[in-house]
């Protein structure tokens, strides 16, 4: 991957199509804990022109994650988002020192970094939903590869 480049074509897997009422029905769980669950930053889901929610199947899978970490792992929103934390983007994007000094994500590790407040220039221009880190944090295995920075 080039260096802080987001390339990446919207493939299948990555275009929205399910409505939050689908989506929410996929999952077995209502539109509000959806609501919830983007404004506590664990998933960004598109907006139309006229600011729909629209779901891709990756979303669903992301939202699968987030369901078996609360009922089978007895993880919150709180804990899911610090296991994301974990994720060092940095890395994955090889960012420089000087990016990484502007960036909430690198200096407190405390949320993913698709919603820290301060990112470095790069990051603050780019659309997190296109973005690798982003996009591969859907599944477990993703995102333990994504930690310990593997193929
Ligand atoms: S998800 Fe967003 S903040 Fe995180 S590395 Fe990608 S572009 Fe930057």
Redesign the pocket.
């Known amino acids: 991957m080039d260096k802080n480049k987001i390339g990446d074509k919207i493939d299948d897997e990555q275009r929205p199509v399910f409505t939050i009422s689908i989506a929410a029905k996929m999952i077995n769980v209502s539109v509000h804990t959806l609501r919830l669950y983007e404004s506590s930053g664990l998933i960004i889901p598109q907006r139309t022109e006229s600011k729909r929610r629209l779901y891709s199947r990756n979303d669903i899978k992301r939202l699968g994650l987030i369901r078996y970490l609360i009922e089978e792992k007895g993880l919150n929103l709180a804990g899911i988002k610090l296991l994301l934390s974990l994720i060092p ?1 940095w890395k994955i ?1 090889k960012c420089s020192s000087k990016d990484q000094k502007k960036c909430d ?1 690198f200096k407190t590790m405390k949320e993913p ?2 919603i820290v407040k301060n ?1 470095c220039d790069l ?1 603050a221009a ?1 659309d ?1 939903r296109e ?1 690798p ?2 996009k591969k944090s859907a599944s477990l295995d993703e995102v333990k590869k994504l930690i310990w920075c593997e193929k």
Do not use: G, N
């Open positions: 983007c994007r994500a970094c698709w990112k990051c780019d997190c973005c880190v982003y």
